[in-house]
């Protein structure tokens, strides 16, 4: 039953972003240089919400020990102080890729369909149960292997970006299989019946919709930029 249920969620990577054409055109060295700075930048739109979003599952949550644990993912994109964190790596991407920080701050600047997909994903932990809302962020079992193809895809084929950029993906290697290890153990404890189970099955869904309507946007902006 467990073991089934494991292997229903797993099945999604089926229809993870790494399959998306734009993420395997940036995979093969595909993209060109705007391309990339597109995605960098209309990425942080989604980086700048992940606290937000975490903060929603928290104010959900009813079981202490579960908040505990989901509050180390805010302190760890938020940082202890300025300058550090998640938030802080992902802006020092953004100037390894050579964008304007201002440009990158300016809300305006995000796609329309980027703003869009990430928007529904902070509703959803906000409006789902917060066991869904926990299952949702599972799509972290699949990105270790992706972010560690990423790395090497943009130190061999973008050699114009600083590779002092790509700590926010090193870290994550780490990072995201201790978060995706924690938040599969939370929903196999508190989602026990099958209701729940596809609950969370079909939260798991959404995110991957999410990310995908993400690189739609970017690959619809950017089609002609390979
Ligand atoms: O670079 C990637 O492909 C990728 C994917 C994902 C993901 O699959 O959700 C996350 C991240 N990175 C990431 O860096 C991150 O902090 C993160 C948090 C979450 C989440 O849903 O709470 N997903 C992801």
């Known amino acids: 039953m467990t073991e089934q249920f494991v292997a229903e969620l797993r099945r999604r990577a089926t229809i993870y972003w790494e399959k998306h054409p734009f993420q395997q055109a940036m995979l093969a060295g595909e993209l060109a240089p705007d391309a990339i700075r597109a995605f960098v930048s209309n990425r942080w739109y989604y980086q700048a919400s992940l606290p937000r979003k975490d903060a929603a599952i928290i104010a959900n949550c009813p079981v202490p020990a579960v908040r505990r644990r989901w509050l180390e993912r805010i302190a760890y994109h938020d940082g202890a102080a300025e300058g550090e964190g998640g938030m802080a790596d992902w802006l020092a991407l953004c100037d390894a890729v050579g964008l304007d920080r201002a440009d990158v701050l300016d809300p305006e600047k995000v796609l329309p369909g980027v703003r869009f997909a990430v928007d529904r994903y902070s509703a959803f932990a906000?409006?789902?149960?917060?066991?869904?809302?926990?299952?949702?962020?599972?799509?972290?079992?699949?990105?270790?292997?992706?972010?560690?193809?990423?790395?090497?895809?943009?130190?061999?084929?973008?050699?114009?970006?600083?590779?002092?950029?790509?700590?926010?993906?090193?870290?994550?290697?780490?990072?995201?299989?201790?978060?995706?290890?924690?938040?599969?153990?939370?929903?196999?404890?508190?989602?026990?019946?099958?209701?729940?189970?596809?609950?969370?099955?079909?939260?798991?869904?959404?995110?991957?919709?999410?990310?995908?309507?993400?690189?739609?946007?970017?690959?619809?902006?950017?089609?002609?930029?390979?």
């Open 126 to 226: 906000r409006e789902a149960s917060w066991v869904a809302g926990v299952a949702s962020s599972l799509t972290e079992l699949f990105a270790p292997d992706l972010m560690g193809r990423r790395i090497e895809a943009f130190r061999t084929h973008y050699p114009w970006i600083d590779p002092a950029g790509l700590a926010y993906f090193e870290k994550r290697c780490v990072q995201a299989p201790r978060e995706a290890g924690h938040a599969l153990e939370v929903v196999l404890e508190y989602a026990r019946t099958a209701e729940q189970r596809a609950a969370c099955a079909d939260a798991l869904t959404l995110k991957c919709e999410v990310l995908w309507a993400m690189l739609d946007a970017l690959d619809h902006a950017y089609r002609g930029h390979r």
